[in-house]
């Protein structure tokens, strides 16, 4: 089984900067990790993400504002937030699809969630 531990989030003005972090601890197989987000009194929504082999994919929302990228180790994963705006304020939570090579099932873990919160 796969743990997240997240970090990174905070309060920053508009037209700052955050990096959030998300390691992963388990002997599981990795095949995807990812962020999400929920902004409040909304429904949580595809941020990015990036598969084993290095393939990215990033929400139209925040296309060309964020990154995604993950260590060589292939057990962290970071979101690199540029340019932040007041509509980026939401929780962020981490995701990862592996395979329980006990069962050699697909499923996927979350994290605890971070928030980030963009004044104006």
């Known amino acids: 089984q796969v743990q997240l531990v997240e970090s990174g989030g905070g309060l920053v003005q508009a037209g700052g900067s955050l990096r959030l972090s998300c390691s992963a601890f388990?002997?599981?197989?990795?095949?995807?990790m990812g962020w999400y987000r929920q902004p409040p009194g909304k429904q949580r929504e595809l941020v990015a993400t990036i598969t084993r082999g290095g393939t990215t994919h990033i929400a139209d929302s925040v296309k060309g504002r964020f990154t995604i990228s993950r260590d060589s180790a292939w057990n962290t994963v970071y979101l690199q937030m540029r340019d932040l705006e007041p509509e980026d304020t939401a929780v962020y939570y981490c995701n990862v699809e592996y395979t329980d090579i006990s069962t050699w099932r697909g499923r996927d873990a979350w994290g605890q969630g971070t928030l980030v919160t963009v004044s104006p």
């Open positions: 388990g002997s599981d197989s990795i095949n995807t």
